[in-house]
């Protein structure tokens, strides 16, 4: 009885180990390539959120990469080697941006700016450091001729 316990826990450590190998394997994997930024998503975000409304909900982290004129962004917590959502850069429109709200405060990273966008109708939100933000205007800005961009 004590070796089934045993090898139980052996295999339980061995799979959680695999898993977090896989997590880590996967993140190089996307970085490789260059040009990665830690962004947190927020897809079809509200306009406002009422009162009463909860602010910090729908926000995914995760990594998004510049792939020539397209952002491949990809959840931070998943195994799936293909990015959740991309982003054609004539399809993205700037709004506004904004420092993070009540309880995203604590759902985003903590220098985090968030960047309201549309992008094929429709609403989402990229949260995303000041620096990260510098470059990604200066890529939306870097369209070629004859493209439009709106940056706020």
């Known amino acids: 009885m004590k070796m089934v316990l045993l090898l139980t826990g052996f295999g ?3 799979l959680v ?3 977090l190998l896989v997590f ?3 993140r190089r994997l996307i970085q490789r390539s260059g040009g990665t930024f ?3 998503l927020r897809w ?3 306009e406002k959120p009422g009162k009463g409304e909860e602010n910090g909900k729908g926000w995914s982290y995760g990594v998004a990469r510049y792939n020539g004129d397209r952002i491949e962004w990809f959840r931070v917590f998943s195994y799936a080697p293909r990015p959740r959502r991309i982003l054609e850069r004539s399809s993205i429109e700037v709004a506004g941006r904004r420092t993070p709200e009540g309880e995203e405060e604590l759902a985003l990273l903590s220098d985090a700016v968030v960047l ?3 992008h094929r109708g429709t609403r989402l939100e990229l949260a995303m450091s000041e620096d990260a ?3 990604f205007l200066a890529w939306l800005e870097a369209a070629p001729p004859g493209q439009r961009v709106n940056v706020a």
């Open 133 to 135: 933000l510098t470059g």
């Open 44 to 46: 079809d975000a509200p």
């Open 116 to 118: 309201a966008c549309q």
């Open 12 to 14: 339980l450590v061995m």
């Open 24 to 26: 880590g394997l996967r």
């Open 17 to 19: 180990a695999v898993g």
């Open 38 to 40: 830690d962004c947190s």
